[in-house]
């Protein structure tokens, strides 16, 4: 199975920061990476998918991006709506494995 | 627009199968690139794909569970259903169904739905 490496596991950080998620795959998994978005009690919502197209209704300031085997999401800056955890997700091979999470707070 | 629906028991007794319908509307499951995938969260954990179906019944299942799980389709029904045997106190957690086109994540999701095993 692939492993997916989320990080950092939690994260808290002030409006309007540059805030940066990563995902290491432990094979290459070329672009097949998908980013979600959860809010508690809440259905995961995809921001992302083959690792930098903006899904329809997702706002500018999130951007995804790669590096070889490595993820990223930034939020541009970042707003009190974005307070969630964030995970990745790999759909290149199955199983399809996803992160431990990212939990972003608003300080 | 996409929506889909999950349904079943909420408590199931360990040894028991789960039977769960993910019931959609706004895209057809025989449309060449769809599928419906389940996935599955632990309460306080990260989600964890179980199975997906596509419309050409192509079906594919985690692993580690490949013998418990069975997914199947009706499409004219609109409809998935997802069967976990041997339900065990750690498949407790909260069970979705999403929507997916080929080379796209999944896309859109079900509310979920909370399933329990206790005895």
């Known amino acids: 199975d692939i492993q997916m490496t989320q990080s950092p596991s939690t994260l808290s950080t002030s409006v309007e920061d540059r805030v940066s998620i990563t995902c290491r795959a432990s094979q290459s998994i070329d672009s097949w990476l998908a980013w979600y978005q959860q809010k508690p009690g809440k259905a995961p919502k995809i921001l992302i998918s083959k690792a930098s197209h903006l899904e329809s209704g997702v706002p500018s300031r999130f951007s995804g991006s790669e590096s070889g085997t490595e993820f990223t999401l930034t939020i541009s800056s970042l707003q009190p709506d974005d307070s969630a955890s964030y995970y990745c997700q790999q759909y290149h091979s199955y199983p399809w494995t996803f992160g431990q999470g990212t939990k972003v707070e608003i300080k | 627009q996409i929506t889909l629906k999950e349904s079943g028991p909420t408590l199931v007794k360990p040894t028991q199968t789960l039977t769960l319908t993910c019931t959609f509307s706004g895209f057809s499951l025989s449309t060449s690139g769809v599928g419906v995938g389940w996935i599955r969260q632990p309460p306080g954990e990260a989600p964890e794909w179980l199975a997906v179906?596509?419309?050409?019944?192509?079906?594919?299942?985690r692993s580690s569970l490949k013998s418990r799980l069975t997914v199947t389709k009706d499409t004219s029904k609109n409809q998935v259903v997802l069967t976990m045997t041997n339900m065990d106190p750690v498949d407790t957690g909260t069970y979705y169904c999403?929507?997916?086109?080929?080379?796209f994540g999944l896309g859109v999701w079900g509310q979920g739905t909370t399933v329990t095993v206790s005895s």
């Open positions: 179906v596509h419309w050409n019944d192509a079906n594919h299942y």
């Open positions: 999403a929507h997916r086109q080929v080379a």
